[in-house]
């Protein structure tokens, strides 16, 4: 059965069941170019990342849309260990690029300490070490959005040490660092002091239709994957007038993450390595239905639809309704709709079905 939750915006979902796979055996990762096209290769065979954002989702799901990765940003998530996901992934067939969590300077850490960034060090290691000769391990991923707000450039050194300390443990997997977008200032100070990386991860939501334009300006020639990606940012929309960000009803998500995916992330096929969009769960983040494909029930949105087409080529037998209008007493979400406590008021939502299902209808209304 669907259902339709009204939260403020109005996010449709839908559930579907596909198959599963799964992959066996050790694995040996690397990045090739071959007549100028970038590609990650596992065991030989070339591997382009169809994959999600996903800490606490359901890996099951995940990979019966059929997804063959996914991404972490962290080894340990406080509910699962790093081999409790790395045998998860692998006994649905998918593989991990497995964050390592490195302090950043804009939450305290000092990198002119040396003793603090020699722990860190040290304590990564003792991860890597863990890890590194799980089969389902795709590459390791140092660092997430460093570059926010930063000023110490010796950030960077300490990432080029992580990855030398990665390749001279682990021989199988490559390594990257996650990036908040992509300047020429940051790509330059990456280029020289991270030669070691294997490949760059960008992350960006409503600007990341721009990203090829964005990595040509930074003067990246190298190969780059998309590590987050997927509805327009909390700080990319309109606002009312008293300054809550507007959201978008979760059809105009999947229309944006379609247009998305087709102009941003598919039309490279030289430097792209792939992909991985945010996220396969529920995030409280602004709002609880803003960035998870996944609600906190556990049903899907239609951006779930449209992320198996694109894996697949198959649509789900089961497709979302399509959300073709909002009201609140008549107005829009951009009419700056104000309520009277004790007012009665009318919600109208005209949905369009595919195929003739019962509907059942919650309504959430949820403080900002």
Known sequence: MKYILIAVQIVLISACVGSQKKNEGPRKVEVRNTDGKYRLYVDGAEFYVNGAGCEFGDIQNLASHGANSFRTWRTENGRKSGKEVLDEAQANGLMVLMGLDVHRERHGFDYNDSVKVQEQFDSLKNEVLKYKDHPALLGWSIGNELNLSYSNPKVWDAVNDISKM?????????????????????????EVRCPDLDFLSI???????????????????????????????????GSTEWGIPIEETSTEKANAIKARWEKAIKANDTTCLGSYVFVWEQKQERTPTWYGLILESGEETE?????????????????????????LTGKTKWDNVKLDPSQKCILKSMPVIPIMIPLSWIMKFCPI
């Open 303 to 327: 951006a779930t639809d449209f992320m198996q087409y694109t894996w697949t080529g198959k649509w789900p037998e089961n497709l979302t309704p399509v959300i073709d209008s909002v009201l």
């Open 166 to 190: 990665i390749h001279e443990v682990d021989g199988n997997h490559p390594t990257t660092t996650a990036l908040a977008g992509i300047s020429k200032n940051v790509a330059d100070e990456i």
């Open 203 to 237: 992350q960006m939501y409503g600007d990341v239709i721009n990203i090829i334009k964005r990595v040509q300006d930074a003067d990246w020639n190298g190969p780059y994957l998309v590590t987050e990606w997927g509805a327009t940012g909390h700080w990319e929309v």
